[in-house]
Nanobody, 122 residues
């Protein structure tokens, strides 16, 4: 497994969680990175994406203003800070690495990590 997401858990509505995506054999600075989520019975959706140096990011409308994606290439890690969580944020969250690295648009994701469960109780 080249990407590993962690930091999920159970939190009450209105709470916060911070997810991390660490790479083992992959050098993340060579890639744009993204967080996806998939809830039971629903399609996978893009939550947030960031280009290789953090200069550009994009978010799903449903999480804008609540979630922040960031990266620390020196630690080969990408983060997702999730605030003001809602029950509808409950899903398995996965990270992915793709190209081209310079943009967050039209990215093709080549590598996927195992997800981490986020459960938000009402």
């Amino acid at each position: 497994v080249q990407l590993q997401a962690s930091g999920g858990g159970l939190v009450q509505a209105g709470g916060s969680l911070s997810l991390s995506c660490a790479a083992s054999t992959l050098t993340l600075s060579n890639y744009a990175m993204a967080w996806f989520r998939q809830a039971p019975g629903k399609e996978r959706e893009l939550v947030a994406a960031i280009n290789w140096n953090g200069g550009s990011a994009t978010y799903a409308d449903s999480v804008k203003g609540r979630f922040t994606i960031s990266r620390y290439n020196a630690k080969n890690t990408v983060y997702l800070q999730m605030n003001s969580l809602k029950p509808e944020d409950t899903a398995v969250y996965s990270c992915a690495a793709g190209t081209p690295k310079s943009t967050v648009w039209g990215t093709r994701y080549h590598y996927w990590g195992k997800g981490t469960q986020v459960t938000v109780s009402s």
